[in-house]
């Protein structure tokens, strides 16, 4: 990198006083809640799922599909307007109209009185968790000093993690235990045909409005209000997080890059690289394939040999898992940085797949199957789950960083929907075994493009960055 860029890219000793800042803190976890909701009502679904198919009357195979997979439509519709959305109205705002949308889909759902209003609600919250996935991650990196924004924004996976984990307890606490052979016709006139998978989707507007109130009290990002030549109130902003000195070095360090772009009116940042490898991080992280193991955990682990319920397995294996490793992503990702942590994640992941590939194909179970299904969930939840949010969240241009973010987080659920679609025609046609090594396969092409095409972007500001795409 250029001189300039060095200069942007180290801060002052001063800055360590905003690291402790509760201001700071207050402003990520908050922010963060998004995530929370989204892992939340991404997860609910599928306690609820026996339960409103009862009280709805749903039996064919293809409405069932329709039911659990609508909110999908919702999650690309919020992803890719929450991008020019918050260029114009500012991510804190933005993120007031994802908590508006949680709270009111989490009523909606809960009260829906027929199959059409379940089903629009649904795609209501599937439009607040796109809208989160996209903004959350942006309004922490746009806030956080660049020696902790990692850590910061993989807080964002840590509440996604968790709101999966608090969806499956509350499944778990509120319905009635069901026989694992319960019909539609044994649900009816039952309290969880009635009323059980209501209070599971209602249970969702605590931590909404607890989100809702919270952004009433953070501010705005300070680059959203330097980018609309908001300057006063931008170093007000990185005052109140980190102090006077804080603010003077943050400012310079925008003015120096808004001064350093093109004369040229209006020239807009050279996007295509950058956006290219957002774009293929994206539907790397869907199509690395553990999407596989959540949805055929059970069946995985009844293999193994073990007589865990769905719900106990999920709560007590993937849930703590994700969890645990997800910390240990917020302690290394500084450290090591994203890149190498993104090459393990690649990597590791591939071997895993081939091993568990041959397990399959020579029918090995136990316990060798049992943890080579944990060291997957490991490897992802400490590498690809977390690192590509934190990187997409910091490798575009200012000016356009919510729009960007937007394409990019559309492409991921985009992934997502024809993974789930496709998973059951590349099993029939290539057995479980093919499966798993075909997925090994993308994760080693995956290995090649970051080891050949991602900088390393640890410690660097955000401005340090983007000269990265101007040089």
Request: charged share 10%.
């Amino acid at each position: 990198m250029q001189e300039g860029s060095a200069k942007l890219s180290a801060l002052p000793a001063q800055t360590q006083k905003a690291f402790g800042s509760w201001q700071l803190w207050a402003a990520a976890l908050t922010s963060a809640l998004g995530g929370f909701l989204f892992g939340y009502d991404w997860v609910v679904i599928g306690g609820a799922k026996p339960l409103y198919e009862a009280h709805f009357g749903i039996a064919l195979p293809q409405m069932q599909a329709w039911v659990m997979s609508c909110a999908l439509v919702g999650c690309l519709l919020g992803a890719i307007g929450s991008g020019p959305l918050s260029e114009r109205l500012g991510r804190q705002r933005t993120l007031l109209v994802a908590a508006l949308v949680f709270t009111a889909s989490a009523i909606g759902t809960g009260s829906a009185a027929s199959l059409n209003d379940f089903i629009a609600w649904r795609i209501a919250g599937g439009i607040a968790i796109g809208m989160a996935s996209v903004l959350s991650p942006i309004y922490i990196a746009e806030v956080a000093p660049a020696q902790i924004r990692g850590k910061l924004v993989c807080l964002n996976e840590l509440t996604i993690v968790l709101g999966i984990l608090a969806a499956q307890i509350v499944n778990w606490l509120i319905a009635d235990p069901l026989s694992p052979h319960a019909t539609l016709a044994d649900l009816q006139g039952t309290w969880n045909e009635l009323y059980g998978w209501r209070r599971m989707f209602e249970a969702a507007v605590i931590p909404a409005t607890v989100f809702l109130v919270g952004l009433f009290f953070i501010p705005e990002t300070p680059r959203w209000l330097a980018a609309k030549g908001q300057w006063d109130r931008a170093r007000a902003v990185l005052t109140n997080l980190g102090g006077s000195e804080y603010a003077s070095e943050v400012i310079s360090q925008m003015r120096l890059a808004s001064d350093s772009l093109p004369s040229q009116p209006r020239k807009k940042p050279r996007v295509g690289p950058v956006l290219t490898i957002g774009v293929t991080l994206a539907v790397l992280q869907q199509w690395c394939g553990i999407n596989v193991i959540f949805n055929y955990a059970q069946e995985v682990f009844s293999a193994a040999g073990y007589a865990l319920s769905a719900i106990l397995f999920n709560i007590v294996i993937t849930g703590v898992t994700m969890c645990v490793f997800t910390f240990v992503a917020i302690a290394t990702v500084e450290r090591l940085g994203r890149r190498a942590l993104m090459l393990f994640g690649c990597g590791s992941l591939a071997l895993i797949y081939v091993l568990i590939g041959w397990c399959y194909h020579s029918h090995q179970g136990g316990v060798l199957l049992l943890g080579l299904i944990v060291a997957a969930i490991a490897a992802y939840a400490m590498t690809l789950a977390p690192i590509t949010w934190v990187i997409l969240s910091e490798i575009f241009p200012t000016s356009v960083r919510g729009t960007l973010m937007a394409v990019c987080s559309a492409s991921l659920w985009a992934a997502c929907f024809v993974l789930t679609y496709s998973f059951p025609m590349l099993n029939a046609s290539i057995g479980t075994a093919g499966t798993f090594w075909f997925y090994a396969g993308v994760c080693l092409a995956g290995f090649f493009f970051v080891r050949k095409y991602l900088p390393e972007t640890k410690q660097q500001s955000l401005e340090a960055i983007q000269r990265l795409w101007q040089d």
